[in-house]
């Protein structure tokens, strides 16, 4: 089994792209990836995305994508696994490279999110929860992670207003990211007199759906003196699930498939929560970042927001958190989000971030990318070379 | 990297299941298979299949299904390539397996098409084609086929009566599997006088849109004493795209990504078309069978109809085809499609299929999946241990 090392990163802006279609942004991405790595051809393409069927009325992206990139009878695939399917494509990709079987294998997220056709996003997101037990009961995506935040404030006693924690160091990261959808400073005022979406759930607790693709290139830790682009170290990719319906968990609160995740991720890279310098959370709701923290092991369960203050999540502090924005900042591309995570990861080990979001001493860096409400994780931990 | 094999198989009947949903046939074909290869649990599952999100309302499949499984916290990932899904993630199962990341993969292919939410099938496979440069046009899936048979009939100056060898074929297989959607016999009058779905494609060309899962577990060849399941050795399993339009290939009847597949799998396996004893062609469509023949290099171009009957595709022929009745007469669930390939050929080399449609002395078996028309090829090769 091969160690793994990825040598090229690529990423278009997070827009609403009115101007470009699916296809546009994931070659894009995919291409500068390519040039990052100084790479002509790959051996293979994982194409992450969750719903270009629903939204696009285009399912195949796999032998699409490699077709329009120019990567004519390469073999690609398309990897679902809702919003976590950016870094479960990854995994497929380190599945491909360890094995052997393919020496470079590209990474694309891609998704598409403000196209309509003749479905809305909130529908089509809904697709992520279970079908037959949670949605038909009409409960949107946003409205389950209602239900997971009020469960939250309830039981550890807290006011609506300490989670503003998370979104304004998001915001405040985005606005020197200039792929970020939202480059602005939003203050804690602001975020107390957000209009609620789901209650207590309110618009600066939700990321916003986005277009976009984000793209790298897995390659052999072996080989990657072949390669133009600076390599970084893929010490773990580990995937942990738990039930898809919130109803099925023994407790609500706790997201079993992140611990799962998270555990298998130090195990295969011989590391504990402490040796993290950078954590990049799946903050698709403030709730989500909370809940990540506390069954990443970062913390005790409860504890994520004392805990953030504590630390100062801040790229200045002890634990600094989404450095380029999280899905808050940046967007959330679904299918894309996980792939730019590890994008903006690898660009902090590379140091080459706008200044002010460059992490300095920083040498491990972690991803998670959640589907659904936690019923697919995806860890990937990075290591500077 | 490791050698693998395949140590069980599952399957449902393929039908209408108005009274099974999406994942009771994804878990009863997954835990058929688990129980056959005598295992509690694995690794890791990969679910082919294409239009979950469509027709059921439902992406996510891979924690939905390992949830309902039983195999709580296992790896799950949906794997889609148009109607190649099922041999898509039977391909992700090898590389997971083969670089020895896991031990043991559940793959299921699963696909409900009876099922109506909001879109019809017709209008959700046509996701198989390109979006902006077909579909746009008003073409159907089958309106591409019957564009390439329009062709085949033109160039080779045939009859469209020569085509009914491959559906009379495939139906006489389909009367002894007890799994099959249409148990009955054909003739070549029912076939010329069948009604005419789009010119000159007639109903008996068109397989059956339909429900179903198939399930295999994949093992590393060095393991297999460990299992209950007689082992059947996976020599190949390869991947060859094509473009998505049809209209970008420089001779749309050569289906180029069957040739790069092919190729690819008897390079891997060190065979060549004549080491074959039995093919389990894609008869989505009959022109399809006659084009896979072609360029899997059974016989030269335009030559597949002469190649059959000189052959002789039946049980006892010297080149069987289609041996449980093809998607033809088995039914073509399309993300399970794949699998059911695998299944059925696996079958054969075990020795355990009903003795009309048993071929005896085959040591040598290999199912080809092709996604859209021609986009997405996967050619897998087994053999008898």
Known sequence: ????????????????????????????????????????????????????????????????????????????????????????????????????LMDAVGVVGVEKLTEYSGKYSTAALATAADADYETTMGLSFVGINALLMRRYLYEYKLQKEDFSIFPVNAHKNAVHNPNAMFRHAITNEQYAKSKLIADPINLLDSSPIADGAAAVIVVAKENISRYKGKAVDILACEVGTDTLAIDNREDPLWLRGVERSAKKAYYVSGLSPKDINIFEAHDAFSIITALSLEASGFTEKGNAIKFAERANIGINGTFPMNTSGGLKGRGHPVGATGVYQVVEAAQQLRGTVASPIQVENNKIAMAQNIGGSGATVITTILKQI
Chains 1, 2 share one sequence.
Not at 47 to 75: K, T
């Open 1 to 100: 089994m091969r160690e793994v090392a990825i040598v090229g990163l690529g990423q278009t802006p997070v827009r609403e792209h009115w101007e470009s279609n699916l296809r546009d942004l994931a070659v894009t991405a995919l291409r500068d990836a390519m040039e990052d790595a100084g790479v002509d051809t790959v051996d293979g393409v994982c194409v992450g995305n969750m719903l270009s069927g629903a939204l696009s009325e285009q399912e195949h992206l796999g032998s699409l994508i490699v077709d329009y990139a120019g990567l004519d009878g390469v073999e690609g695939m398309k990897i679902e696994a809702a919003c976590g399917s950016g870094a479960a494509a990854i995994r497929m990709a380190v599945k491909a490279v360890s094995s052997g």
